[in-house]
């Protein structure tokens, strides 16, 4: 069910804060940063159309995600997931300047769960999992399968579980970039979620609320999202970040966070392009792991692609070849 839904022109002006505290800060280390979060408007953004919808994933998903869709006339989609814990607001002018790029893409970001406008629910399983399971019924709803996948580092990690999950939902994957590496498995489950369960004054989500990617979610969210915050019970929220953070901390040792090795050679995707900013010093997102995962996935490439232009000249042919329009 689609509870709100808009379209208009985007302004090319007011769109992206410099800064924004549901982004991790070590993506602010590498070039990939302008390119996704601080995205400047390209030629052409202030002209797209954009659909705002709210859906509601009820009763398969109890959830409701936000999603922007750029082009939504287009027939060849394009679904992006934001990297980090970030969302539309900080990650949505990377895929507006795709949209501007290529007008028979439509191009679909998403806030994931617990994140931007989208609803909250910690599940029982871990955060990445539940991602996954929540994209997959918002497909199926918005009847785009098979699509193009566009992850960026944690966002990568949903749509390989989506693939290895509901493998016909997925026509090629663009990973950009892989995160793996004993570092990144130290580092990120720390800055997502232990430190959540190791901070003994959150008691009660009252205190939750006071941290600063709550505090940015409300913001966003208004009465309406405090009401569905304070409605969750502080020891499930505290169990989810527990369970999230071990989970990628399990795969210190594996090519990539978030799936065995095994389990990236079983994936089926028809293509995998996994990009990468070149940059040889990137303890989140080392090279050698994205080399290991070309001979893990079926089908896969890598390529450099320091900034847009190069992103563009990679990914836009891939995803015309490997994505079939839709009827």
């Known amino acids: 069910m689609t509870e709100a839904t808009t379209s208009e022109a985007v302004s090319a002006e007011g769109e992206e804060a410099e800064e924004d505290v549901t982004l991790f800060k070590g993506a602010s280390n590498n070039s990939y940063y302008d390119v996704y979060f601080n995205a400047v408007p390209e030629p052409g953004v202030s002209d797209l159309e954009c659909e705002k919808l709210t859906v509601d994933l009820r009763p398969e998903r109890d959830v409701t995600l936000y999603l922007e869709i750029y082009n939504p006339q287009a027939k060849i989609p394009l679904i992006v997931t934001p990297g980090g814990m970030g969302e539309i607001d900080g990650f949505g002018g990377f895929a507006r300047n795709v949209a501007a790029a290529a007008p ?12 931007g406008r989208s609803g909250i629910n910690f599940g029982s399983d871990p955060l990445t999992v539940e991602e996954a399971e929540d994209l997959h019924v918002l497909m199926d709803r918005l009847g785009v399968a098979p699509a193009a ?40 489950p720390q800055e997502y979620y232990l430190k959540y369960v190791q901070d003994e004054s959150l008691t009660s989500m009252e205190a939750v609320v006071e941290t600063p990617l709550w505090a940015a979610y409300l913001e966003r969210n208004g009465e309406a999202g405090r009401e569905e915050l304070m409605r969750q019970d502080v020891s499930e929220f505290l169990a989810a970040m527990q369970r999230a953070g071990e989970h990628l901390q399990s795969f210190a040792q594996k090519t990539t966070l978030g799936m065995t090795d095994e389990q990236l050679a079983a994936l089926t995707v028809p293509a995998t392009l996994i990009l990468h900013h070149g940059q040889e010093v990137d303890y989140l997102h080392p090279i050698p792991n994205s080399r290991a995962a070309t001979t893990l996935l079926q089908n896969s490439t890598l390529e450099f692609a320091p900034t847009l232009q190069p992103i563009l000249d990679a990914m836009l042919p891939f995803v015309r070849k490997h994505t079939p329009p839709l009827d």
């Open 104 to 115: 028979d893409l439509k191009v679909i970001i998403w806030d994931r769960r617990n994140m």
């Open 149 to 188: 996948f566009y992850g960026m580092s944690s966002g990568a990690r949903s749509n390989m579980v989506l693939a290895e999950r509901y493998p016909s939902d997925v026509a090629a994957f663009i990973i950009a970039p892989m995160t793996g590496g004993p570092l990144a498995a130290e580092q990120l």
